[in-house]
């Protein structure tokens, strides 16, 4: 049976703040991290808005050395992955280094950094002079890679380029990670930054969508490892993931929404649980029609007219693409972290793709204040 994954800390760099305590107050006090971004990048932008990090400086996190040919995903990896790190108060050194790996979700990697690394290939005088220390930036990997560099972690390196089902899918191969014994513990987030080249392509896609919240911009990492095992050990957790399940349907019609609440029962009966014991849905409704349709539909098929408080986290931190689905994890998270009286809570979390692919995570999450993660 695979190992039910603990948190025990974990990092978020995005415009709610950076790490998880000043994310955690952005959230309790409703504060939105829409920013002017029409002064970001030299070339113009279709909106003047975004949920992105505006005055961002690597080295104000990292410092100077080493930082200088970090695109700004994995800057945003790197950084929230020694957040993570902190915030566990696991100490990496020679007795586990091997045994500590990280599994990152994304869309593209950086977009931004593969893109102009193929226009140098085609408006660049023959032989093509490339710039040679621009293409590990635009190789999908060079986030996951980094982060293991910079925080000397030799475990297992993966990258899911899943979009908006990242969060499910690196939980779901953490887990087995894990439960067949090819890692102790795991670094699993995701990262996805904002650029022209995303803003662009989003208003062309999306443009019959004017409700739709505005790109954002976040890094998310957990640190988790076998929940059996700490236990054991008495130490605390921020929760335990009790399940993740998804699954791929027709784009078009009743599919996804069905297809979703299949999956929420999923969840819930792999859990051992029942709809009423579930206390927070967060949600990935970020404006766009047909896809809020597909969780609503979903979670009315499951819970009835009533059902469990709806945590929107879009409406403060924007649409980030991959790392969505993790910042709806961090959302939860945070709700815990910011109350004990909602210790031992359930949570459901649930993502949707333009292409048909739903997923659902079911999470149990507690305060850490004393608590050994029981109920």
């Keep these: 049976m695979p190992a039910t994954l603990a948190v025990t800390g ?39 808005k975004a949920h992105a990090i505006t005055d961002f400086d690597v080295r104000d996190h990292l410092g100077r050395k080493r930082t200088g040919s970090l695109d700004r995903s994995t ?19 020679e007795d586990n280094r091997d045994e500590v790996g990280v599994v990152l ?23 093509y002079m490339v710039e040679p220390l621009l293409f590990p930036n635009a190789v999908m990997n060079c986030a996951a890679s980094r982060c293991a560099i910079w925080h000397q972690l030799r ?8 979009g908006e089902l990242a969060a499910v ?4 191969y953490g887990r087995t990670l894990i439960s067949r014994g090819h890692a102790d513990t795991l670094l699993l987030g995701a990262t996805e930054e904002f650029s022209a080249h995303r803003a662009w392509g989003d208003h062309h896609t999306h443009s019959g969508d004017p409700s739709r ?15 059996r095992a700490v236990r054991a050990a008495g130490r605390p957790m921020d929760a335990e993931i009790l399940s993740a399940e998804f699954g791929q349907y027709e784009p078009d019609g009743a599919g996804p929404a069905a ?44 819970f009835g007219s009533g059902g469990p408080e709806r945590l929107r986290i879009k409406e403060l931190a924007g649409e980030c693409g991959g790392a969505s689905g993790m910042v709806q994890i961090a959302a939860v998270l945070a709700r815990h972290r910011a109350d004990a009286r909602h210790d031992g ?16 995570v079911l999470l149990r999450g507690w305060s850490r204040k004393g608590t050994d993660g029981e109920e």
């Excluded at 995005?14 to 002017?36: H, K, M, Y």
């Excluded at 919240?213 to 988790?224: F, I, K, N, R, S």
């Excluded at 809570?345 to 659902?360: C, K």
């Design 213 to 227: 919240v505005p790109l954002g911009e976040a890094a998310v990492v957990m640190v988790t490892e076998d929940a």
């Design 75 to 93: 800057a945003f990896a790197v950084t929230a992955s020694g957040l993570a790190l902190t915030d566990s108060g696991i100490v990496v050194d």
């Design 345 to 360: 809570e359930l949570s459901l979390v649930t993502s949707v793709s333009p292409d048909g692919a739903v997923g659902a």
């Design 155 to 162: 475990g297992v390196n993966c990258t899911i380029p899943a």
């Design 169 to 172: 899918s690196v939980l779901r």
């Design 10 to 48: 974990w990092g978020i760099l995005s415009p709610l703040g950076a790490g998880a305590d000043e994310f955690t107050r952005a959230v309790a006090d409703r504060r939105s991290g829409l920013a002017d971004v029409s002064a970001m990048f030299d070339e113009p932008l279709p909106q003047p």
């Design 259 to 302: 297809g979703l609440a299949e999956r929420i029962r999923a969840a819930l009966s792999t859990a051992g649980v029942t709809p009423d014991q579930v206390t927070v849905a967060s949600t990935g409704e970020g404006g766009i029609t047909r896809l809020d349709e597909v969780e609503q539909a979903a979670l009315h098929e499951v």
């Design 105 to 127: 979700g994304t869309t593209l990697g950086s977009l931004r950094a593969t893109a102009e690394f193929d226009r140098e290939t085609l408006v660049n005088d023959r032989p």
